[in-house]
């Protein structure tokens, strides 16, 4: 499994929760998923606000195999359809939508 966040302190973080753990088989990186970056995954998890789950999906779809899941969250009901549309665009279908509140995640599923 890999994890990615631009953020150092994310990063530091999420690998001292790994070690609290004791969880194996997981490496922590900091990077931006748009560049330097070659990995294909069955799944990839999103908290990001709306206008970089856009900006980012077809950057998701290059990492994602054919078939894979794409889960996201941080995104505004008001915002939903701009996302599905952007979803559809890129060759995703959607799974499910959670709403609570003024927030939404989506899981979409990369056509084969």
């Not at 690998?15 to 753990?21: D, Q």
């Not at 889960?71 to 549309?85: A, D, F, H, T």
């Not at 609570?100 to 599923?109: L, N, R, S, T, V």
């Amino acid at each position: 499994m890999l994890g990615i966040d631009i953020d150092k302190d994310a990063v530091a973080a999420a690998n001292e929760n790994l070690e609290l753990n004791d969880v194996r088989n997981v490496t922590i990186k900091q990077g931006d998923l748009t560049e330097g970056l070659d990995y294909k995954a069955d799944i990839v998890v999103a908290n990001l606000l709306t206008n970089l789950v856009i900006r980012l999906t077809a950057d998701v779809r290059k990492h994602l195999n054919d078939g894979g899941i794409y889960i996201m969250s941080g995104i505004l009901i008001s915002q939903e359809e701009k996302v599905l549309e952007m979803l559809r665009a890129n060759g995703f279908k959607c799974l499910e939508i959670a709403e609570q509140g003024e927030w939404c995640g989506i899981a979409a599923q990369l056509k084969k």
